[in-house]
Nanobody, 118 residues
Framework: QVQLVESGGGLVQPGGSLRLSCAASGSFFGINAMGWYRQAPGKQRELVAVTTSGGSTNYADSVKGRFTISRDNAKNTVYLQMNSLKPEDTAVYYC????????????WGQGTQVTVSS
């Protein structure tokens, strides 16, 4: 059984930084894309950033230049470094990973709350 465990959320002041982590564990034979989504109250879930197994990355326009996604394939972990945080970044952040276990499909983490407020 595959599990995605997220950590690193919390309360931060505007302009501050947070680093999210998401580790995949369980029985699987490969990992393809890994990414982060977020959902603010009353809004739809949206893509924040994604990285492929080849190392390419893609970001939502609203976070370009402020957020950086990275992955450690040896640890089956994806990170999201968030700098210059704004109140509008407040949301529940979800890890999403495409795994082969044994069929290729997407798995979701439980979500971690990020609140940007003074």
């Amino acid at each position: 059984q595959v599990q995605l465990v997220e950590s690193g959320g919390g309360l931060v002041q505007p302009g501050g930084s947070l680093r999210l982590s998401c580790a995949a564990s369980g029985s699987f034979f490969g990992i393809n894309a890994m990414g982060w989504y977020r959902q603010a109250p009353g809004k739809q879930r949206e893509l924040v950033a994604v990285t492929t197994s080849g190392g390419s990355t893609n970001y939502a326009d609203s976070v370009k230049g402020r957020f950086t996604i990275s992955r450690d394939n040896a640890k089956n972990t994806v990170y999201l470094q968030m700098n210059s945080l704004k109140p509008e970044d407040t949301a529940v952040y979800y890890c999403n990973t495409n795994l082969g276990a044994p069929w290729w499909r997407d798995y979701w983490g439980q979500g971690t709350q990020v609140t940007v407020s003074s």
